[in-house]
């Protein structure tokens, strides 16, 4: 079955950079458009970057634009995510997901803890 495990997350100062990782199995990794999503407290879950199965195309949302860069490795079914200039609003739990390039469900990890102090 679909599983996607993160990791990489952490304790970051403002200003600061980290890069939180996420390994799929269990499919065709490449054939799978992926996607990053965080969650704070009290927040709805918002689409923060995603990366279409070609690699073809990339979506940020406006907060993160010019700090985060998301990336896919479809040999080793990975996908990161570098944050730079990491700010205090950037602390969310972090999780991957994914659904086929066709559509259908879209699949969850557990997610990631990425806390920014001021």
């Not at 990366?51 to 010019?66: E, H, L, M, P, Q």
């Not at 998301?70 to 609003?89: G, I």
Request: proline share 2%; hydrophobic share 30%.
């Amino acid at each position: 079955q679909v599983q996607l495990k993160e990791s990489g997350g952490g304790l970051v100062h403002t200003g600061e950079s980290l890069r939180v990782s996420c390994v799929g199995s269990g499919f065709s990794f490449s054939d799978w458009d992926m996607k990053w999503y965080r969650q704070s407290p009290g927040q709805e879950r918002e689409l923060v970057a995603a990366v279409t199965a070609a690699d073809r195309y990339t979506y940020y949302i406006d907060s993160v634009k010019g700090r985060f860069t998301v990336s896919r490795d479809n040999a080793k079914n990975t996908l990161d995510l570098q944050m730079t200039n990491l700010q205090p609003e950037d602390t969310a739990i972090y999780s991957c997901a994914t659904r086929h390039r066709i559509g259908g469900h879209e699949y969850h990890g557990q997610g990631i803890q990425v806390t920014v102090s001021s």
